[in-house]
């Protein structure tokens, strides 16, 4: 599976982005399909995730309520809408495939994708 993020941009606090990934090779709805993120100098932390179905999601405490995962099967797309941004949002965001969304939060990961760099500025 290969996995292409992009949407990424600088924005100013309290702004709203939307990311998206492509995925190809096997089936999307295969797996399911998580964002990761990573600034500079910290470690990459979860951010959300989403089962193969669609019904079940997960979130970080610090984007809960801010950010909304999902997905477009049929367009083998995942997406991250990001509401209300703040400085401490900046930090390249990642895709990634897993087996399930519980693992994912493990930082289980079966493919990674490229990320796609957002700054928010204040």
């Known amino acids: 599976v290969q996995l292409q993020a992009s949407g990424g941009g600088l924005v100013q606090a309290g702004d709203s982005l939307r990311v998206s990934c492509v995925g190809s090779?096997?089936?999307?709805?295969?797996?399911?399909m998580g964002w990761f993120r990573q600034a500079p100098g910290k470690e990459r932390e979860f951010v959300a995730a989403?089962?193969?179905?669609?019904?079940?999601?997960d979130y970080a405490d610090s984007v809960q309520g801010r950010f909304t995962v999902s997905r477009d099967s049929g367009k083998n797309t995942l997406y991250l809408e990001m509401n209300s941004l703040k400085p401490e949002d900046a930090a390249v965001y990642y895709c990634?495939?897993?087996?399930?969304?519980?693992?994912?939060?493990?930082?289980?990961?079966?493919?990674w994708g490229q990320g796609t760099q957002v700054t928010v500025s204040s």
């Open positions: 990634a495939a897993g087996k399930r969304v519980d693992a994912l939060r493990q930082h289980e990961v079966t493919y």
């Open positions: 090779g096997r089936p999307f709805v295969s797996f399911a």
């Open positions: 989403i089962s193969w179905s669609g019904i079940r999601t």
